[in-house]
C-alpha cells in the first residue's frame, strides 16, 4: 500500500495554516477537544468541509467528541512539513523586506531568515537582525551554504521577475512573492503571492454591506 | 422583493478577491470571456464552487461561453466596496507600517492611507510619503476629520490590542491586524487578520511533498 494513498487538494492545503492558527489558539490542557462545528465555525467553512479536509490527513475524529486538539495540531504541522526547518532568504531590503526580516512569526514557526539580498550598494554590508545585506551574485553560495529552499521577493515590481529568475538558477525551489506583480517561474518550482491589500477588500465588503444591510459583520476573533 | 435577498456566505466574500485578482491579469479585449472551470484553475478551487460563489452576484455566465470578464470584473468590484475609495489610518510606523503606507496596491484599489500614527516620541512629526506621524490622542479627530474606516495595525504584538481599543474608540469600524497576536473587538465591528507566515506554511507543504512525491505541486502563475 502507498505511504500517500491520495494527493491532497490543493484547496485543502490553503486551509491547512487556518486549522493550525485556530489550534494553536484553542490550545488548553491535555486531552481536549474541538468539535468539526467549531472548527469550521472558526475558520468560515462549513463542518462537513472541515471533515473532508483532515480525513485527507488519517484524521477522523470521534462521534460525539470531536477532534482531539494536541494530537490534531502534530497531523497538521507534520503535514505541512514544519516538523522540521526551512530556511529563508529575502531578497529586497526595503521597508517591506526588513519588515519580514524583524516578523517574529517567521522564525518561531520554521522559516528563519538566515540571508538577506539586495543590490542597493548603499545597503550592501550593512546590518539588520544580525545579518549582512549581501548582492545578489551571492545568492547562488548563499544558497548551497545555507541550504535555502524558499526564496521571499521584497523587491519593487520592476525587480521581481528577474530576482525570481536569479533565485530559482541559484537553486531555490519555492518562491514567496510579496512584490504587486504577476511571475513566472519554471515547472517543479512553487510559487505563492501575498496580496497585502486583499484582506482590505474583505473589509470593504463588510463596510458597504454594513451600509445597507447592518447584521453582515464578518467573525469577529481571528 | 428585496434588494438583497441571499446574505452571501463568509467563505465566498474571502474568494471574491481572489477571483477579482484572477479576472484584473486576464483582462483582455472587450467581450472577453472565461469558463468557470478555467477561473476554478487558478483560482484553486472546483467549477462548481465557481458558480455557486458568483451566482450570489446574480452573475450566471452563458453555457459554452462562460463569464464575460469585464462585465464579472464590475460585478466582483461592486459586492467588494469597490467602486467607492476607503481611506485608511496605519496605526505602527514601524519597517511594516512604512512598507505598508509604501504598498502601491493600497491607494490603486481604493484604500488611500491617509494618516500615519505611533506614539514613539522619535517618530512623531516625521514625514513618511507625504503624511505627518502623529500621536494616538490624534485618533479620534483624523477618523473624523479623514472619513476613515479602516485602521490597519502594525504595532507590536504587545501594543496591538491597546491600539485596536483606540481606534474603536474613535470611531473605526474595521480593523485589519498584521501583529502577530489575537484581538478582540466589539460586536458590530469587522476584524481580519494577515498572518505573514501562512503563505511560507502553504509552501513548506509543497517543498515536503516534494521530497516524498515530485509530482505534487502547486499552480505555477500566481
Do not use: C
Not at 23 to 43: D, K, W
Not at 79 to 87: H, K, M, R, V, Y
Not at 96 to 105: C, F, T, V
Amino acid at each position: 500500500m502507498p505511504d500517500r494513498p491520495r494527493r491532497i487538494p490543493e484547496a485543502t492545503v490553503t486551509r491547512l495554516p487556518i486549522y493550525l492558527r485556530i489550534l494553536s489558539e484553542l490550545g488548553g490542557e491535555r486531552g481536549a477537544t474541538v468539535s468539526s462545528e467549531r472548527l469550521a465555525e472558526l475558520a468560515g467553512v462549513n463542518a462537513a468541509k472541515v471533515r473532508k479536509d483532515l480525513s485527507y490527513l488519517g484524521s477522523y475524529g470521534t462521534r460525539g467528541v470531536g477532534y482531539e486538539v494536541e494530537y490534531l495540531l502534530f497531523q497538521v504541522s507534520r503535514e505541512l512539513g514544519l516538523t522540521q526547518d526551512w530556511p529563508v532568504v529575502i531578497v529586497g531590503v526595503g521597508n517591506l523586506g526588513r519588515a519580514l526580516a524583524d516578523y517574529a512569526g517567521f522564525t518561531s514557526r520554521g522559516f528563519p531568515v538566515v540571508a538577506l539580498i539586495d543590490d542597493d550598494r548603499s545597503k550592501i554590508g550593512t546590518e539588520h537582525v544580525g545579518l549582512t545585506v549581501q548582492p545578489v551574485a551571492d545568492l547562488p553560495r548563499v544558497v548551497v551554504e545555507r541550504a535555502v529552499t524558499i526564496g521571499v521577493v521584497a523587491t519593487p515590481p520592476g525587480a521581481a521577475q528577474e530576482v525570481t529568475d536569479r533565485l530559482v538558477s541559484a537553486g531555490v525551489t519555492a518562491i514567496l512573492n510579496f512584490a504587486p506583480t504577476v511571475l513566472t517561474v519554471p515547472e517543479g518550482v512553487s510559487l505563492r503571492k501575498v496580496d497585502l491589500a486583499l484582506e482590505l477588500q474583505i473589509l470593504s465588503f463588510y463596510q458597504q454591506h454594513r451600509e445597507s444591510a447592518p447584521s453582515a459583520s464578518p467573525a469577529r476573533r481571528t
